[in-house]
């Protein structure tokens, strides 16, 4: 029985509204992005696991995962994923962020720091939400997906926050690394379908 009802659980599930809004902003930010990395409900791997890919007994899923590849400059990976870190000080409904082998959380005041997961999200963004994110769908404002600045973050206060993760190419992306620089022709592969599940 209680087979049954995870799964009906799973079958049911919804995207937190913190999520929706996110995925929408950079969507709308970056229309010809890859999605071949984008995700939000758990494969049944995940099932067997703690994780915010997995919904909670309401049917919430509070974690997206975002292609790295925005097919703008590659460099705007390590923007989206620096700038949400920055936010997170302030927004409580982002409750981490991991990135290219590095991690920020509460527990070093979204300072970064190395991820020791068995996945070191080269090829995504991931980010997790708090339960603050289940009901509300305001903007997330941060530069890149709004041009407005970081609610507080401020040239004196950025310092305290943590370094910026380098954009160096040295990310698995096939279209020639994150921090790629090279004219356009280099990041035309074929459009991919979006995947809602990830493995």
């Known amino acids: 029985m209680q087979m049954k009802a995870e799964h009906s659980n799973r079958s049911m599930a919804k995207l937190c509204k913190a999520g929706v809004?996110?995925?929408?902003?950079?969507d709308?930010?970056?229309?010809?992005?890859d999605r071949a990395s984008d995700g939000w409900i758990g494969d049944t791997k995940h099932a067997a696991r703690k994780s915010d890919h997995n919904p909670t007994n309401?049917?919430?899923?509070?974690a997206i995962d975002i292609d790295a590849d925005l097919r703008a400059h590659k460099?705007?990976?390590?923007d989206l994923a620096d700038q949400l870190r920055l936010l997170a000080r302030f927004d409580?409904?982002?409750?981490?962020?991991?990135?290219?082998?590095?991690?920020?959380?509460?527990?070093r005041n979204y300072k970064w720091r190395k991820?020791?997961?068995?996945?070191?999200?080269?090829?995504?963004?991931?980010?997790?939400?708090?339960?603050?994110?289940?009901?509300d769908r305001s903007m997330f404002r941060i530069p890149i997906l709004t041009g407005e600045p970081i609610n507080g973050a401020t040239k004196s206060n950025r310092r305290k926050l943590g370094k910026i993760i380098s954009s160096?190419?040295?990310?698995?992306?096939?279209?020639?690394g994150l921090g790629c620089t090279c004219n356009p022709k280099c990041c035309t592969r074929g459009l991919s379908a979006s995947n809602s599940k990830i493995s």
């Open 168 to 176: 160096r190419r040295n990310s698995d992306i096939s279209s020639g």
């Open 115 to 135: 991820y020791t997961g068995i996945n070191p999200h080269k090829t995504h963004i991931h980010i997790s939400f708090t339960a603050k994110g289940d009901e």
């Open 21 to 26: 809004q996110l995925r929408e902003q950079i």
């Open 75 to 78: 460099s705007e990976a390590f």
């Open 28 to 33: 709308d930010a970056f229309p010809d992005r």
């Open 92 to 107: 409580k409904r982002i409750s981490y962020i991991i990135f290219n082998g590095k991690i920020a959380s509460w527990r």
């Open 58 to 62: 309401e049917g919430i899923v509070r």
